[in-house]
């Protein structure tokens, strides 16, 4: 049985001199499967959202409303490339609450209390971490970020 345990999920951390027993993992495991069928419930239910509001939005105005996904890879630097410019672009972190804009002509910005800079180069935005000692807020390795952008409507 294991002396220690990880700190959000529980997970067992043996020491050298720990017994490791074969119900420990078996518990790891069930308390694993749980957490990450409890995730990809939230992003489908999200993603069904989205989808729902996406077409209430863009039967109001003058805008048009675009959803993507990507998953983090953990690098200080992350492109995406759009159908056009977007006016506001909103990404949202699973399970950080990342949650930040950037309007059209802003060329920094934060994602989690971070600093980030921001640059355009047509329809492509690339967003790079700018602080030395932080994972990227906008792009955390195996973390699931929904983008949402807002267009000018005709364009």
Known sequence: MATNYTSYYQL?????????LHTDF???NQK????????????????????????????KGD?????TTYEGT??????LTFPQKPLLLFICGQTTGVVFTLAETVQSTAASGYP??????????????TS????????????HYIVIGLFRAGQ
């Open 26 to 28: 078996n518990d790891d």
């Open 116 to 129: 980030l800079k921001a640059s355009w180069s047509g329809t492509t935005l690339t967003m790079t971490n």
């Open 132 to 143: 030395t000692d932080v994972i990227p807020g906008f792009n955390q390795e195996g973390y």
């Open 74 to 79: 953990g690098e200080d630097t992350r492109t």
């Open 12 to 20: 067992n951390q043996w020491e050298p001199t720990d017994q490791v």
């Open 63 to 67: 805008c048009t409303f675009y959803t």
């Open 32 to 59: 694993i499967d749980a957490a990450l069928h409890t995730l990809n419930t939230t992003v489908q239910q999200h993603t069904s959202q989205l989808s729902q509001q996406g077409t209430q939005i863009s039967q």
